[in-house]
């Protein structure tokens, strides 16, 4: 008898039809086995001929795999197999004897239609490389040049899937010329490449991502002749995200393998503004982009953004005369007022601003720094500090280093928006700790968002900016990144209403977060960065991270399971305290219009009760309800309590517009029945979760199960409060491994001679 364990519970679709039928498959036996079976409770005959597809999954209902040895046992409940060829039978029998007939016999367009179809398949690939006619199929590719698209194509596909299991070992068949010809042949023409092409493109990349030092030669070869000019081409045919997506990865694949001044040729030759432009307008604009794309396009501007590494790594002393003189940047102390009453002034002047770009970093009068800010009381006395605190700073400079890059951020940010420049260096100076550490920590801040000098790029990451691929030399995207930083740090400070060194942490703590939010935007262009700066404040980051607490206390409380533990503890605490206060709902009493034995709805009212032994329940006239005047009518025992209807099963349900409103209490199987109708809808849920209590039936009411909810979670939060930050892991620890066996000590050696000798001496015996 097999075991149970081993057996999948499938439907079967018959050959050449969509009949179905069930079958118990037993994974003990192997794989001939099966197939021999369910021919025959299908009624084909045994042979070779027949094989087992996968069609259809819970996960992928569209599926079509062949089954082989490999992943039989990975079968399910529930998946669907169909009876078809087996692939040793077409391989045999209807692609290897016609691959090179004549063009026009109809049994090789036969051939090239199933081969088309099997080339993607992992079972096929196998069966080809162990039959090793896959150094047929690619010798047909290399000599055969009657081919047509489709043929290419088939011969193409299954090439990319044996250099993608490492199939293809050495480089004697020499497909790799074949391929770059298909590729130049087709780069300049104006309608879309045949659809062969992007198999062609991922026939290089595989080549070139193969470890086995046999393809160094072919490697080198793929670089040298086929530069960027020859795939970029490619990108401008609109509607082919499959050869967009497998241009731009071949690209990049390249540039990861190239090294030195090689490799900072080809990153330059894509930073040409038509580059990048065709890819913003050909694949950026188009939209509905998937993750690989957008890997891809974070791949791709990570290393358009390595040319800044060089700059960012050679440091410059900032007392080094020779690259630039501080005063070039630093405000001296005794302008600060001249300067303050310059800008003070032309923000007032209104008519004379300018539509330039510099205008685009301004911000409204009521939000500039203004005169009154600067010198007020505190703005002296932290200008009377300034000589002090000045003296260290130099004292400081002395031995501090910034970066080349930072250098041309600022110069940058003073020769393009002066206005600005002029309001950090006031603000630096007042503030502190001074332009320079500033621009400094801005821009490692900058280059750490951007992976500036990550190689190779996060494989994971798809954190692209469309505006990398839309600015101009004119406006480095870098560059006029830092500006509208160093403006939006001086936005912040006064949001954050902080004026002293102690702050600072603080304040690029809240700039870093404000900047990753507009990145997340994805802005097409400098003024939608502009105008996305403006309405990232320091409210709106609050607000985001409180999202964001609220997101991950969600996640902890609902997917965690040592906090599921905890809700199921604190569950059957909170049950009880939820069940005692309806019951002391019901003890309380509460006022009810009185429904008469027709079932009429009268002017009067009942006080119903429990008692205080929760064994009766009471029900009183309504003599005078201002002064509490209350008539016994009669006692009901609680025990005899045997149904509770709700809503429309009420036959007073007509007696109120929300039947969710009405029930009645039903003893001792319709001899007695009180009938109830709520002023509201919590008073209905909490009268009904009491009676369920008291029948002792386990049915609760939304308000209830709410209710008990909130305490559970108040409960979970406190504990987790208490945690004091304590991170919970959402896997349990691994188990404890057995304790060893204890080792058994050596035998004394004359112990073992004196036995050895004693069996030798009865073997004489």
């Not at 995207?477 to 403006?487: I, N, P, T």
Request: with cysteine; net charge neutral; charged share 30%.
């Amino acid at each position: 008898m097999a075991n149970i364990g081993n057996i999948a519970k499938i439907s079967v679709e018959k050959h050449d039809s969509k009949e179905q039928f069930l079958y118990d498959l037993d994974k003990s036996k192997s794989l001939c086995e099966v197939i021999r079976d369910i021919c025959k409770n299908s009624g084909l005959p045994q042979s070779t001929v027949y094989g087992l597809k996968l069609v259809r999954t819970n996960n992928d209902p569209a599926i079509s795999s062949y089954i082989c040895e490999t992943n039989y046992k990975n079968v399910q409940h529930t998946d669907c197999l169909k009876i078809v060829f087996s692939i040793k039978y077409l391989l045999k029998n209807r692609i290897l004897p016609h691959i090179n007939n004549e063009p026009s016999d109809i049994e090789r367009v036969i051939c090239y239609d199933d081969l088309n179809k099997l080339a993607a398949d992992p079972a096929f690939i196998e069966e080809l490389v162990y039959s090793k006619n896959h150094y047929r199929l690619i010798q047909t590719f290399i000599a055969d040049d009657s081919l047509n698209d489709i043929e290419i194509r088939a011969l193409l596909l299954t090439i990319c899937h044996l250099l993608r299991k490492n199939y293809v070992v050495d480089t004697k068949q020499d497909f790799l010329d074949k391929t770059i010809q298909i590729i130049k042949k087709n780069e300049n023409h104006t309608e879309p490449p045949p659809d062969y092409v992007p198999y062609a493109l991922s026939v290089l990349q595989k080549i070139l991502v193969q470890r086995d030092m046999t393809f160094h030669e072919w490697k080198e070869k793929i670089i040298k002749k086929v530069p960027v000019t020859t795939l970029i081409p490619y990108i401008q045919y609109k509607n082919t995200k499959n050869l967009q997506y497998t241009v731009l990865l071949l690209i990049n694949t390249i540039i990861k393998l190239c090294r030195g001044d090689q490799k900072k040729h080809i990153i330059k030759e894509m930073n040409l503004n038509k580059n990048r432009e065709q890819i913003y307008k050909f694949i950026i604009e188009q939209g509905n982009l998937d993750k690989n794309m957008e890997h891809e396009l974070y791949v791709i501007q990570t290393y358009l953004m390595s040319l800044h590494e060089e700059a960012l790594k050679k440091e410059v002393h900032l007392n080094d005369e020779s690259a630039f003189e501080k005063e070039e940047f630093e405000l001296p102390e005794e302008d600060i007022k001249r300067l303050t009453l310059l800008m003070d002034f032309d923000e007032m002047d209104l008519p004379n601003r300018s539509n330039s770009l510099e205008t685009l970093l301004s911000h409204d009068t009521n939000e500039r720094l203004s005169l009154v800010s600067l010198m007020s009381d505190k703005s002296i006395q932290s200008r009377s500090s300034v000589r002090s605190s000045r003296a260290s700073s130099d004292m400081g400079y002395d031995n501090f280093t910034m970066n080349y890059l930072t250098l041309d951020a600022l110069r940058h940010f003073k020769n393009n928006h002066k206005k600005n420049f002029l309001q950090s260096q006031i603000e630096e100076k007042v503030y502190e700790p001074g332009i320079f550490i500033t621009s400094e920590r801005v821009v490692r801040m900058l280059a750490d968002m951007l992976d500036i000098g990550v190689d190779p790029p996060d494989p994971k990451s798809v954190f692209y900016h469309p505006i990398v691929f839309t600015t101009s030399p004119r406006q480095p995207f870098f560059l006029e990144l830092f500006s509208r930083s160093m403006w939006l740090l001086s936005r912040t400070r006064r949001e954050m209403k902080v004026s002293t060194i102690e702050d600072y942490p603080k304040v690029m703590q809240v700039l870093r977060k404000q900047i990753k939010m507009v990145l997340d935007t994805k802005p097409k262009d400098i003024k939608q960065l502009t105008n996305e700066m403006k309405e990232t404040t320091f409210d709106t980051v609050l607000q985001q991270w409180q999202n964001e607490n609220d997101e991950k206390m969600s996640d902890l409380l609902n997917n965690n399971k040592d906090i599921e533990m905890l809700k199921t503890k604190y569950a059957l605490e909170n049950d009880q305290y939820v069940r005692e206060n309806r019951l002391n709902k019901l003890k309380a009493g509460e006022y009810f219009p009185k429904i008469s034995e027709k079932f009429q709805k009268t002017n009067r009212q009942i006080f119903v009760q429990l008692s205080k032994n929760e064994r009766e329940l009471n029900l009183f006239d309504v003599i005078d309800k201002k002064k509490g005047e209350l008539e016994k009518m009669e006692s009901l025992k609680v025990a005899d309590i045997t149904h509770i209807a709700v809503g429309m099963n009420c036959r007073h349900s007509n007696l109120s517009k929300f039947p969710a409103l009405v029930f009645s209490i039903i003893f001792n199987h319709s001899e007695k029945q009180v009938n109830f109708i709520a002023q509201d809808q919590k008073t209905a849920s909490c009268w009904i979760d009491g009676f369920n209590i008291l029948a002792g039936y386990s049915k609760r009411s939304d308000y209830y199960n709410k209710e008990l909810d909130v305490l559970v979670e108040m409960d979970v939060r406190l504990q987790i409060i208490e945690l004091q930050n304590i991170p919970l892991p959402n896997t349990p620890p691994p188990p404890i491994p057995p304790l060893p066996k204890p080792l058994v000590p050596p035998r004394p050696p004359a112990l073992a001679n004196r036995r050895k000798n004693t069996r030798i001496n009865k073997r004489a015996m």
